[in-house]
């Protein structure tokens, strides 16, 4: 028989080489069918979201024999239209970094050995079992939507805690409470459709050329059709962005509230506020003793006493920003007919202000009126593809629920336990710990507090983006009964420290949804396997879940005692807990459609699965027609566009923390920050991202042109800085804060400029932890710690001690 | 032909044409140098400037155009039609033979070292300016050619932030290249190859995505790599005879569906 | 039992080619090949006698939608036995 289909194939090939000699003529008769030929059979396109950031542009996967081959820009996609940047482009490749982890490994001693996968979960289960409610789940704004409700499902219905949060803490906590101070409802109102009309581009602590790179271009290519769009740039340091823009601003660090005050006080002092809208829709609110998060009502009056110190010669004294600048930015506020949308990221976000921050600048957009028209929005941009979609949306958070619910409330408690079909009670109203407790707790002796015993990160790599790991990581190494778990792809800063590591399927190797920036849910489908025993991190979740179930613990058990995360197929279980069975369905629909269920409450209105599959993403509230179809929502709380709003409202905040449909226009005091430089330490230090890389670089750091392009971390001091330590470029220097310091090249004159007294040192290389020396102090509302300054000091390291 | 003669015909003088030509050379090195950003980041900070003058809280950043326009006094203009010799030849519209078959596989394999799969954005094979607004239109939005180095025109519509979708190549000085670097095991989609043809003598298909893709002669011009050079580059309406892909392009349909991917039965 | 290399040369319309290709499937001797630019289909029969090998070509050259045929080559050896 074999001979036989030899001889067959024989045949065939004869028959093909005459074929293609027909087809093509004698030239190509030699040549093997071609990539254009084979495309019927060899290579296919599907599209997914791009991997890295919240953008979230799509993009199509060339998949030929089993292997992403080739990537494309999305033509049907809104978002990006065709046009990727480096790293989207590059997405492909970093699945196939050759140090892939393909096997659970076990710490024994000093050495990580092979273990089954069977061996991994019941550690994982017995751990648990032990005590359940120490043992904390650490996620990630790059969980997909069905992981991060997984894993909450498995935390807060499962084990009765709340020990569950994510890397999105440091990134997007303070968006999150500026949004809930602001309008009593996370996520913002405009969309990315707002950068295709807006006259004035305002980038507050922002780069997103770097960053953000295609919505950027979005922007400044409306420039070379020949429309006129003013972008400014409010920041600490020269930028790419900074090269395109009309007016630079340059700040001192934490002062971006004194600005933003300093405008505020301008449009009321000048009348040129919009009345008629603050009136209509808005209210006034400032910092209440205690501090909380709602604050305490106040009048116009009292708001324009406590803005009358925010003069602009004050502002200036303050901030370095000029008098001139600060009346040009009132000036455009107080401008009614022209659209101005705000973009804000890390620069806000990561600030012991972050809160205040975030509300005024929502503030300045509702007091000048520009917000509800396309154009004029606040818009907070994410860093991560699913900090909106899975962390905020589905509330993998310590004090969260699924669908914008809270801990707290009784109420949201018990229509979680009917969604999941819980035992009344089971769901704790204890809010865990957020992120950097956590890793304290983690870090801190049984005796001494730390009750946290065992963590299990999936996604995210905290031993290199956790602020000074000294403290938060470092100790839980040492303590004997502390047990570190960690899923991802490749070896990393993390899970070279762990005690327990798990292989996992990441992209396009495992069904997906995430949603990016502009309340946009995407769904993709699995196009090649994962290498080796590699699996997907919502499987391993369930299949814990399942071994905890079979081991008898009640909280794996609904009313009935049915399996938590049980899934039918005609009627009959399918033991998804079983790796080889996971994809006799899809789990992903599965856990989908259960969490649609909870988004109705926020109006944050998901659609069925199968609407994700056709589109191109859509943007929630997605609502159904009369006629069957599903609409999303460009422009929330505005009636054009907002079903939710009622007829004639105009504008509704149907969310309003008074309850009277108005959202709040905050004052912040400026604060200085809780580490300024002095004589010890005369610089600033502030750490990012740079355009080649993803967050702590696992994957762009394996992909060749990106990691050529840029191969190391560096630090970036002014001119007049390295003129006067006498280093240039090149040149090893030790830069040191009081938590650690580190060794860095010096690059004068590179991507970016800081001004005099101010370093920046990007965090993507894991050879080069700036993370040692950041700053553990963080916002007292959200918890999420500012990484953009402390204190630092640059030494010279003379030439023997670098060589030693 | 309408210019009069020269009073010191080339011809006549051969030094003063290799005088002439060293000028030339040398004002466009300058010039490509400037726009490129080829001259290398500082070894040493420059000299401080006069003590007092403290640095501005805010400043403006100067656009290229603005720097060109505050260029003045006598060597204000000095580069002015500098760049026109550069771009001679490039336009020509003489017939030039078929390419041979080693032609081609040597221009594939040219392509593929700046490329990591065929379809992706080109890496840069030499240093840019790593901050300001990049200068690289200067040369590749027309295209210009230097003794053998060809900086080809652009196959698609200008957008300003070059290095959004281009990489450098080399690690930008002073950054030390990755010592130890993980091997990746991504094998990219490989040249199409020539295009199909419905019988011998048709004109190819096109065997690539066009996608954003207009101007052909970046690669097949006169100025293109040898083996993919057009042999009637006096034909400029390329699509009029040579068909795109749908299927490369995205132009088929329900991309999104898994029923519609696994190739038709 | 013989195995023969063929090529057809397919008609115009895509109609017809999905006939033809339909018709192919159909038939267990027969093995399909990928269409080279659409066009030209490499084809495989393997039939009990070589007689039968040849009346399966004639009526592969019959049907509608197929312009030309080719034999390739016939593979005597084994329906000499």
């Known amino acids: ?804 | 032909m309408s210019a009069p003669p020269a009073p010191d015909d080339n011809e006549a003088n051969p030094q003063a044409r290799w005088i002439q030509m060293g000028i030339g050379v040398t004002v466009a090195l300058a010039v490509t140098g400037f726009f490129v950003g080829i001259r290398p980041a500082p070894e040493r900070p420059e000299p401080a400037p006069a003590a007092g003058t403290a640095a501005p809280a805010a400043e403006r950043a100067p656009s290229y155009r603005e720097l060109q326009e505050a260029r003045r006094g006598a060597n204000a203009r000095m580069y002015e039609g500098a760049l026109e010799p550069l771009r001679a030849g490039l336009d020509s519209r003489q017939p030039i033979p078929v390419a041979t078959a080693r032609q081609r596989a040597q221009a594939v394999a040219d392509r593929k070292a700046h490329r990591a799969y065929d379809g992706a954005p080109p890496t840069v094979p030499h240093e840019v300016d790593p901050l300001g607004a990049p200068g690289c239109l200067a040369c590749h939005e027309r295209g210009m050619k230097l003794g053998a180095r060809v900086a080809p025109r652009l196959s698609h519509p200008p957008y300003p932030n070059c290095n959004q979708c281009h990489a450098v190549e080399a690690s930008p000085k002073p950054l030390a290249p990755y010592p130890d670097m993980p091997a990746n095991h991504f094998t990219g989609k490989a040249s199409a190859g020539n295009g199909s043809r419905a019988w011998l003598g048709a004109p190819p298909a096109m065997p690539h995505p066009v996608h954003m893709r207009s101007e052909c002669g970046s690669c097949h011009g006169p100025t293109g790599h040898p083996g993919l050079r057009t042999s009637h580059p006096e034909r400029q309406n390329c699509v009029q005879c040579h068909a795109s892909s749908a299927m490369l392009d995205q132009r088929g349909t329900s991309v999104g569906l898994p029923s519609a991917t696994g190739g038709a039965p | 039992m013989p195995i023969s290399s063929l090529v057809l040369t397919l008609e115009g319309s895509a109609e017809q080619r999905a006939a033809v290709l339909a018709t192919l499937a159909r038939d267990t001797r027969i093995t399909v090949g990928e269409p080279q630019a659409g066009r030209w289909l490499p084809v495989v029969t393997d039939t009990a006698t070589l007689e039968e090998g040849a009346s399966l070509a004639e009526s592969l050259r019959e049907l509608p939608g197929v312009q030309l045929l080719d034999v390739v080559l016939v593979d005597f050896s084994e329906g000499a036995r």
């Open chain 1, 1 to 804: 028989m074999e001979r036989r289909d030899f001889l067959k194939s024989t045949a065939l090939a004869a028959a093909t080489l005459a074929a293609s000699r027909l087809a093509y003529g004698q030239e190509r008769a030699a040549v093997a069918p071609s990539g254009a030929e084979r495309k019927g059979s060899g290579l296919s396109w599907q599209k997914a979201p791009c991997r890295f950031c919240g953008t979230g542009c799509h993009v199509q996967v060339g998949v030929e024999g089993g292997k992403v081959v080739a990537i494309a820009g999305d033509q049907q996609a809104e978002v990006n239209k065709g046009l990727l940047c480096m790293k989207g482009y590059h997405v492909g490749l970093a699945l196939y970094g050759g140090d892939r982890l393909t096997q659970p490994l076990l710490r024994k001693g000093d050495k990580q050995v092979p273990i089954s996968w069977e061996e991994a979960i019941n550690i994982i289960a017995r751990r648990i079992l032990q005590d359940p409610k120490g043992f904390g789940l650490y996620g990630s704004g790059q969980w997909t939507i069905p992981e991060g409700y997984a894993a909450t499902k498995l935390v807060k219905g499962g084990l009765g805690s709340h020990q569950i949060d994510a890397n999105a803490r440091l990134c997007m906590s303070s968006a999150v409470t500026g949004f809930l101070a602001t309008y009593g409802v996370d996520e913002p109102a405009g969309c990315y459709d707002d950068l295709d009309t807006c006259d004035v581009l305002i980038m507050w602590g922002n780069n997103p050329a770097e960053m953000h790179p295609v919505l950027f271009s979005r922007v400044i290519d409306r420039r070379s059709r020949g429309e006129k769009v003013t972008l400014i740039d409010i920041g600490t340091r020269k930028t790419r962005t900074s090269t395109f823009c009309d007016h630079v601003l340059r700040f001192k660090p934490n002062t971006d509230l004194a600005i933003a005050c300093g405008i505020a006080h301008l449009l009321v002092e000048n009348g040129t506020w919009n009345r008629e809208f603050v009136e209509a829709h808005c209210a006034f609110r400032a910092p209440s003793e205690p501090a909380t998060l709602q604050g305490k009502a106040i009048s116009f009056e009292e708001y324009r006493k406590l803005l009358a110190p925010y003069t602009p010669a004050h502002v200036e004294q303050l901030s370095g920003v000029s008098q001139k600048d600060l009346r040009m930015l009132a000036e455009l506020f107080g401008r009614k007919e022209l659209r101005i949308t705000s973009l804000w990221c890390m620069g806000v976000n990561q600030h012991t202000r972050g809160t205040a921050m975030n509300s005024l600048l929502h503030g300045l957009h509702l007091l000048s009126g520009h917000f509800g028209r396309p154009g004029d929005a606040p818009t907070s941009l994410t860093g991560q593809p699913s900090a909106c979609g899975t962390v905020r949306e589905v509330g993998t958070l310590a004090q969260a629920l699924p669908g914008g619910r809270s801990v707290t409330s009784a109420e949201h408690r018990q229509q979680m336990e009917e969604l999941w079909n819980l035992p009344a009670g089971r769901i704790s109203d204890k809010i865990g710990y957020h992120a950097v407790q956590m890793w304290e707790r983690f870090s801190t002796p049984k005796e001494k507090g730390g009750d946290i015993h065992t963590l299990w990160v999936q996604v995210t790599n905290p031993a290199q983006t956790l602020p000074n790991r000294h403290k938060l990581v470092d100790p839980s190494r040492t303590l004997p009964d502390k047990f570190l778990i960690v899923s991802d792809a490749y070896p990393t800063a993390t899970t070279r420290i762990a005690d327990l590591v798990l292989p996992s399927a990441m992209w396009v190797e495992k069904n997906g949804m995430v949603g990016n920036s502009e309340r946009r849910t995407q769904q993709w489908f699995k196009m090649v396997n994962p290498p080796g025993q590699a699996r997907d991190d919502a499987w391993q979740l369930i299949a814990v879940a399942h071994r905890l179930f079979e081991l008898g613990f009640e909280g794996m058990k609904d009313r009935e005692g049915r399996f938590l995360f049980e899934v039918k197929k005609d009627g009959r279980p399918v033991p998804i807990w079983d790796f080889a069975r996971y994809y006799d369905v899809n789990v992903d629909a599965h856990l989908f459609e259960e969490y649609r269920k909870s988004t109705r409450l926020k109006h944050k209105d998901l659609a069925p699965y199968e609407e994700y599959v056709k589109a191109r993403g859509l943007r929630w509230p997605v609502v159904q027609q009369p006629d069957g179809s599903w609409r999303e929502t460009r422009f929330r709380f505005a009636e054009f566009d907002d079903p939710y709003v009622a007829k004639g409202r105009g504008i509704q905040f149907y969310h309003s923390t008074s309850h009277d449909d108005r959202a709040q226009i905050w004052f912040a005091p400026y604060e200085p920050p809780p580490e300024s430089p002095d004589g010890e330490f005369p610089f600033w230090l502030c750490t990012g991202r740079v355009i080649e890389h993803w967050h702590s670089g696992t994957m762009t750091m394996r992909i060749p042109q990106l990691q050529h392009a840029m191969p190391q971390a560096y630090v970036e001091l002014n001119r007049a800085d390295a003129r006067r330590l006498g280093v240039g470029n090149g040149d090893q220097v030790t830069v040191e804060t009081r938590r650690g310091s580190l060794d860095l090249p010096v690059w004068v004159g590179g991507r970016g400029e800081p001004p005099e007294g101010s370093l920046f040192v990007p965090f993507f290389d894991e050879r080069l932890l700036i993370n040692m020396l950041t700053l553990d102090e963080y916002d007292p509302f959200s918890k999420q710690p500012d990484y953009k300054k402390c204190a630092a000091r640059v030494r010279r390291r003379e030439a023997r001690e670098a060589k030693g």
